[in-house]
């Protein structure tokens, strides 16, 4: 039997019951493929603040740099909003994503087409659509120095490498080798010398995947083609933050943010996340909708583990949870036989694993 350990980073709001459900298919999926998961947890967040006094204990870094892979659920909420910032639960976030070297943030953004028409786009602009966004995610404008602020100034700087362009772009091309072939590289190199930098950056590397058909975009452009025309687009490739805004739009193609999954991964160690927040609103309901974790479960087996065979039946089960018409309450209105729970959800999807 192989054996892999998995930290867990259950976090805030609904981070706790998402995790959950993830680990009860990710047993179920263990139990069919004969794979072991030994599981420790781990304080981030909110949660870490409130025992410890710090959003990021040195505990957590040093446990998750020793594990396998990294489960993470959501951090953040109201009750920390007012703290100054090192001590915001989002500031323990990037630092976490610092200290665990994940450069790599890969966010696919994709249509079932059985929901179709929960997006608030027309259905014909976007079946089909299947993208993948990599974001830069330890670089960029997010890190950059000099930054400050003082009464009457604010600044940040947005620096970029050539070593961290030419990295984050291997991966995107390395997908898109396994995909359709296609990149197209977001910057704005019409007004800023880091973005030509990054264009130039790219262009050299793409000599070495002449199968690659490589485009370059602007990201106000790229703003709009994703809602004239998403379909376009296969693999796109991007800086931290302009990766962090066109990342949300893109999800939201797919109509439902419960849904998309993201995995973060680099030389050490990798983090597969949901891309939803802590949603503190509807913390405790039992209304979240926990696919985005149980797919992010399945992005570990696929990109850290190889355990590509367990990756697949999740992904079908989830598949299947959609075509037999369960819902969970965000995407109730969508041609939905009976509306579940989150825990209902996780059982029914474990049930299709046995
Ligand atoms: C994300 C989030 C984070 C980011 C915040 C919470 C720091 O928006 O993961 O996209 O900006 O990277
Ligand atoms: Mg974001």
Sequence with gaps: MKNYNISLIKGDGIGVEIVDEAVKVLDAVGKKFDINFDYKEYLMGGCAIDATGNPLPQETIDGVLNSDACLFGAIGGPKWDNQPRELRPESGLLKFRKEMGVFANLRPAIVYDELVDASSLKPEVIKGVDIMVVRELIGGIYFGEPKGKTETKGWNTMVYEVYEIERIAHVAFKLAMK???????????????????WRETVEKIAVEY?????????????????????????????????????????????????????????????????????????????????????????????????????????????????????????????????????????????????
Excluded: W
Aim: some cysteine.
């Design 210 to 354: 002449p199968e690659v058909k490589l485009s370059h975009m602007y990201v106000d452009n790229c703003a709009m083609q994703l809602i004239a025309n998403p379909k376009q687009f296969d693999v796109i490739l991007t800086g931290n933050i302009f990766g962090d805004i066109l990342s949300d739009e893109a999800s939201m193609l797919s109509g439902s943010i419960g849904l998309l999954p993201s995995a973060s991964t680099g030389e050490k160690t990798a983090v597969y996340e949901p891309i939803h927040g802590s949603a503190p609103d509807i913390t405790g309901m039992g209304i979240a909708n926990p696919i985005a974790t149980i797919s992010s479960a399945s992005m570990m087996l696929r990109y850290s583990l190889n355990e590509e065979e367990a990756a697949d039946a999740i992904d079908i089960a989830i598949k299947k949870a959609m075509s037999e018409g369960y819902r969970t309450k965000d995407l109730a209105a969508f041609d939905a036989k009976e509306v579940v729970t989150t825990t209902q959800m996780g059982d029914i999807i474990t049930s299709y694993l046995k």
């Design 179 to 197: 995909r359709d072939k296609k990149l197209c590289s977001i910057d704005k190199a019409n007004v800023l010398d880091v973005s030509q930098l």
